[in-house]
C-alpha cells in the first residue's frame, strides 16, 4: 500500500514532569484513511492523540520535544497559529461533551468563533454537518434545546456534527465509542467509515474487533514505546513483534 | 454488623443534631429581631428619612440608611466582581493547569478572606488619612469591595475549578482561543455557581459595618454624591441600640428587620435566576 502521510511524528518525546509518557516515536499518519492506535492502558494513547493538536502542552509541566507536522507544518515550531492548527482538527472525546448551549449553537460555534456572521450560512452549516452526523431527523424541531437533555448517543453525534462543522482535515477520537451503548457505537462507527474518504481519521480504542472493523493502518503502544506500525491487515494478521502477537492474542492487555 | 449500624446511627444523629442546632439559631435570631423590632415597623422607618429628633425617639425613618446601603453593597459587589473575573479567568484558563503560581494566589486569596473586617476598615482609614480624603460612599464602596474581593474571587474559581478539562478541550480543539474559551463557554458553565457567588458577596457587603464605619460615615441624608459620606444599615442598628431611649432601641430592631428581609429578598430573586441559568448546564 502506498501511503501519502498527512500526519508526521518524528522523534516525538512527551514527558509529565518526570514521567517519560512517549519515548522516541516516528510514523507517517496515512492521509484519508482510519488508523486506530491501540495498547494497553496507560501506554500513552491518548497523549499521543492530545499532541496531534497541541492539547498536551496545555498542562503544567508538560515538555515535548520532537516534531509534528501536519501539511508539512511542523505544528511545535516557533511561529505556528495554535487555532489554526486545532481548527483542522476535530475532536471526539472518550465521553460526549456538549457545550454549555443549544443543539444548534453547539455546532454553529466553531463557524462563529471563525467570523460566520450570517444566520442564513449557519442555518445551512447547522442543518449539513447535523445531517452528516444523522442527528438532523431526531433535532430537527428542536434545535434551540439544551445540548445537554440528548441521550449520551445523540451527544456524541452532535459532537461529530460540532467538530465538522469547522470543516477540519483530521478527525481525532479518543475511545469515541467507550462511553456509548452497542447501537450508538455502531451508528459512530458507520460515520467514520462515510467519512474517511473524505478526512484522515485517527482513533484510540481498546478494542481489538472494532481497530479490525474500522482501520486501515494500526499503531501499536507499549508503555510509552511505540513497537508496531503499520497497514491493517499485515498487523493482525501477520505482526513482525512478538509483543504485538501477544497483544492480538490477549495475553497481555 | 450490629457495630457498623451503631457507627451509623451515630453519625446521622450527630448530624440531626447540629442540623437542628443551626435551624434554632437561626429561628431564634429572627424570632427576636421580630418580636423586638415588628413593633417599630412602620412605612414612616422606609419612607423617610430621620427628622430632627429621630434619635429621642421622635418621627422619622431610616430610608437614609437602607438608600445607602444598597448603593454601597451594590457597588461594592459591582466592583469586586470586575476585579474577581480577570483573575479567575486567569487562574482557570490561561495559566497552565495545575500551576505552582496559582496555588500561590489561592493561598493568598484564601489569607485575605480571614482577615477581620475591622482591619479592612482601618486600612482604609489609613490611607484616607494619608491622602487627605473625607469619608465617602467611593471610599466605602472601594473598602467594602476590597474586603468581599476574595471571598468572592474564591467562591467563583472554586465553581470554575469543578469544571472538567475536557469542556475547555473542546472549545480549543474547534480552534476558540483562551478568551472565547473563557468567556464563551466556560462562564455559562460556571453561571449558576457564579450567581450564587454574587449573592454570597452581596449579603456580606450589606451587613458589614466595621468597614464602613470609618470609609462610608454616617449621614441623616439621602446618598447624593459619590463624594459624600452615607448611612448604612449595620450603623443604623448600631448607633440606636447604643442609646438610652427604648423607642430608638426598637427601631434599630426594626432596622435589622429590614436588612434581614433585604437580604432573604434577594437570596429569592437569585435562586430565582439561577434556575434560569442552569437550563444548558453540562452534568
Ligand atoms: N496529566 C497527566 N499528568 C501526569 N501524568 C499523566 C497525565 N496524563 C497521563 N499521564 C501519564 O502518562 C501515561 C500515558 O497516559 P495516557 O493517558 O496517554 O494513556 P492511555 O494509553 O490513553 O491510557 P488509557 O487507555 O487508560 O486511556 C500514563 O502513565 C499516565 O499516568
Ligand atoms: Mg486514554
Given amino acids: 500500500m502506498d501511503l501519502k502521510s498527512h500526519i508526521s511524528v518524528k522523534n516525538l518525546n512527551v514527558y509529565y514532569g518526570a514521567e517519560h509518557a512517549l519515548k522516541n516515536i516516528n510514523i507517517d499518519i496515512p492521509d484519508r484513511r482510519i488508523t486506530a492506535i491501540i495498547g494497553p492502558s496507560g501506554c500513552g494513547k491518548s497523549t499521543l492523540l492530545k499532541s496531534f493538536n497541541r492539547l498536551v502542552d496545555s498542562i503544567e509541566g508538560v515538555k515535548v520535544t520532537g516534531e509534528v507536522s501536519v501539511d508539512g507544518e511542523n505544528i511545535y515550531g516557533p511561529d505556528v497559529e495554535i487555532t489554526h492548527i486545532r481548527k483542522k482538527m476535530g475532536l471526539l472525546s472518550q465521553r460526549p461533551f456538549p457545550l454549555p448551549m443549544s443543539i444548534y449553537d453547539n455546532v454553529a460555534y466553531g463557524p462563529r468563533i471563525h467570523g460566520t456572521k450570517n444566520r442564513k450560512v449557519l442555518d445551512e452549516t447547522v442543518e449539513k454537518y447535523l445531517k452528516i452526523a444523522h442527528l438532523w431527523d431526531e433535532v430537527k424541531n428542536r434545535l434551540n434545546k439544551p445540548a445537554s437533555k440528548l441521550s449520551i448517543g445523540q451527544q456524541q453525534r452532535l459532537c461529530l456534527a460540532r467538530g465538522l462543522a469547522v470543516e477540519p482535515e483530521i478527525i481525532l477520537g479518543d475511545e469515541p465509542t467507550s462511553a456509548l451503548d452497542p447501537k450508538s457505537s455502531r451508528a459512530i462507527e458507520e460515520r467514520f467509515m462515510e467519512l474517511k474518504n473524505d478526512y484522515t481519521i485517527v482513533i484510540v480504542t481498546h478494542i481489538l474487533r472494532q481497530a479490525k472493523r474500522l482501520a486501515d493502518y494500526v499503531v501499536f503502544l507499549y508503555l510509552g514505546e511505540l513497537i508496531e506500525h503499520g497497514p491493517a491487515r499485515e498487523i493482525f494478521e501477520n505482526p513482525k513483534e512478538e509483543m504485538t502477537k501477544e497483544y492480538i492474542k490477549g495475553i497481555i492487555s | ?283
Fill in chain 2, 1 to 283: 454488623m450490629d457495630l457498623r449500624k451503631t457507627e451509623e446511627n451515630i453519625f446521622k444523629g450527630l448530624m440531626i443534631a447540629s442540623t437542628l442546632a443551626i435551624a434554632l439559631c437561626t429561628g431564634l435570631i429572627l424570632v427576636t429581631i421580630f418580636v423586638k423590632g415588628f413593633s417599630a415597623l412602620s412605612i414612616d422607618m422606609i419612607t423617610q428619612t430621620p427628622k430632627g429628633g429621630f434619635y429621642l425617639g421622635k418621627e422619622g425613618g431610616i430610608l437614609n440608611a437602607i438608600a445607602g446601603s444598597l448603593y454601597l453593597a451594590s457597588g461594592a459587589t459591582f466592583l469586586s466582581f470586575c476585579m474577581s473575573m480577570p483573575v479567575v479567568v486567569y487562574m482557570n484558563v490561561y495559566a497552565k493547569r495545575n500551576s505552582g503560581f496559582v496555588s500561590l494566589v489561592r493561598f493568598f486569596l484564601d489569607i485575605m478572606s480571614g482577615i477581620p473586617s475591622i482591619v479592612y476598615g482601618a486600612f482604609g482609614f489609613s490611607i484616607m488619612l494619608l491622602l487627605g480624603l473625607r469619608a465617602s460612599l467611593l471610599l466605602g464602596i472601594i473598602s467594602v469591595a476590597i474586603l468581599i474581593f476574595p471571598l468572592m474571587c474564591r467562591a467563583i474559581d472554586e465553581i470554575f475549578k469543578m469544571i472538567p478539562d475536557e469542556l475547555g478541550d473542546v472549545s480549543y480543539s474547534l480552534g476558540a482561543t483562551k478568551f472565547e474559551t473563557g468567556f464563551k463557554v466556560l462562564v455559562r458553565q460556571a453561571m449558576p455557581g457564579i450567581s450564587t457567588a454574587i449573592l454570597l458577596s452581596f449579603g456580606r457587603a450589606i451587613g458589614d459595618a466595621a468597614t464602613v464605619l470609618f470609609t462610608a460615615g454616617f449621614t441623616d441624608s439621602l446618598p447624593g454624591s459619590l463624594l459624600r459620606p452615607i448611612a448604612t444599615l449595620p450603623l443604623a442598628v448600631f448607633f440606636q441600640l447604643g442609646t438610652p431611649v427604648a423607642e430608638v432601641k426598637e427601631r434599630a430592631y426594626a432596622s435589622a428587620l429590614i436588612l434581614t428581609i433585604i437580604v432573604l429578598a434577594i437570596s429569592i430573586i437569585a435562586r430565582f435566576l439561577c434556575r434560569k441559568f442552569t437550563v444548558h448546564i453540562i452534568k
